[in-house]
């Protein structure tokens, strides 16, 4: 049987090359990049490369690039850092109610230490609507984070009305790129954001690496504290092979994106198509057409989305229900639940995420699988159709 993943949304493997560029600065290149004898400036001109080749891809200069531990460090320090370096200017932030909980918890925790947090609503697609996010901005606003495409049903937001919104209004913008950076284009003057996250996992890179951009002139307040890494911004001794490992899987995910997002897209639909056209009573969950070219997010009436995961997984095929943080307890995801969706709902539902090495025949195999397996399950439940 062949093992079909398709949970590329939750993490993608390292790519081979990735891991050979990492190697030697894990053996003999190992040194400090803050030591100043040749072993540490052989590290450290070899992170300046990566930040280069980042700052790159997005449009940046170098010097707005500040390497992380991930999409979660990159969050927290974009929001609690711009909620602390604006304490006296005002204290309100304005997000969307579909974040990750990365967002989400970190806007939490601030509500804690006083300050104001709006949650906009989204329609039943997914998409943040721009008009409602203009008239939530009042003169204590310091803060609009909405992320670039949501990781569990892949809608794909209006970053650049919000950029340019923000942009006239003064007001910092943050995105939570992690799902699109190295898989569509994300130019920052474009995209018009101040603070971008991204983590290398998701993008055929390391776990445990990723970065922020910080747009010049943008200040804010460091959480990590100690040496002088990163201009003082970023404390900590560099994750030289992870800062390696994730300036190589950015260079490769450029290279292949055109290609690989056309055969994605294509695999996509014929999966869509295929559900649609075996299972009654299923139901696509996001934007038609503005969405993620590897994400498939399916509601099944009357079938849970944890038995259709589990008998799946039997079948050697990985997927998930909701994003991978919420499944482990038996909460709907706040996500479904935020597109107008009923509890009941939003526990029917399973998303498949498609990636590199995906292929038509994974694509048969689930159409082949998953009708019978949906049947099973609503048999059971007692349920006929
Ligand atoms: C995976 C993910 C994160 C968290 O990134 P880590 O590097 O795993 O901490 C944040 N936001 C989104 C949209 C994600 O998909």
Not at 98 to 105: D, F, K, M, T
Not at 187 to 214: E, T
Not at 242 to 269: N, P, Q, S, W, Y
Request: glycine share 10%.
């Amino acid at each position: 049987m062949r093992s079909i993943y398709l949970d590329y949304a939750a993490t993608t493997p390292t790519d081979m090359s990735v891991i050979e560029k990492m190697m030697p600065y894990m053996s003999e290149k190992f040194g400090n990049p803050l030591s100043f004898h040749s072993r540490g400036q052989e590290a450290q001109k070899a992170i300046e490369k990566a930040r280069r080749d980042i700052a790159l891809i997005i449009g940046a200069d170098p010097g707005e690039i500040i390497f992380t531990s991930g999409g979660t460090e990159s969050n927290n320090f974009a929001i609690k850092g711009i909620a602390y370096q604006n304490k006296n200017r005002g204290d309100h932030i304005i997000t969307s109610s579909i974040e990750h909980h990365a967002v989400l918890r970190t806007c939490r925790f601030l509500e804690g230490q006083g300050f104001r947090v709006t949650y906009l609503p989204v329609d039943r697609h997914g998409i943040v609507d721009p008009d409602l996010l203009k008239k939530a901005i009042t003169d204590k606003t310091i803060l609009i984070s909405v992320m670039h495409a949501n990781n569990e049903i892949g809608t794909i937001e209006p970053v650049e009305e919000i950029g340019k919104i923000a942009t006239e209004r003064g007001i910092c913008f943050h995105t939570d790129a992690v799902q699109t950076f190295g898989h569509i284009p994300g130019n920052v003057d474009k995209l018009g954001v101040d603070i971008l996250s991204a983590s290398a996992h998701k993008f055929y890179g390391p776990k445990g690496a990723g970065f922020i951009y910080i747009r010049k002139g943008t200040e804010v307040t460091s959480f990590m504290h100690g040496g002088e890494q990163e201009r003082g911004r970023r404390a900590s001794t560099h994750n030289v092979p992870g800062i390696i490992g994730t300036g190589k899987a950015a260079v490769i995910a450029r290279d292949l994106m055109g290609e690989e997002t056309a055969k994605l897209t294509r695999l996509r639909d014929r999966l869509i198509e295929g559900i649609s056209n075996s299972i009654e009573n299923s139901e696509l969950n996001g934007h038609p057409s503005l969405r993620l070219s590897n994400n498939v997010n399916i509601s099944v009436q009357s079938a849970g989305g944890e038995s259709m995961l589990l008998n799946l997984d039997l079948e050697g095929i990985s997927c998930s229900t909701g994003s991978a943080c919420s499944s482990s307890a038996l909460e709907p995801s706040h996500v479904l639940l935020a597109l107008g969706q009923s509890r009941k709902k939003a526990a029917e539902s399973v998303r498949f995420s498609l990636g590199r090495s995906t292929e038509e025949r994974d694509i048969d195999t689930v159409l082949d699988i998953l009708p019978g397996i949906v049947r099973r399950i609503r048999s059971a439940a007692g349920c006929s159709r």
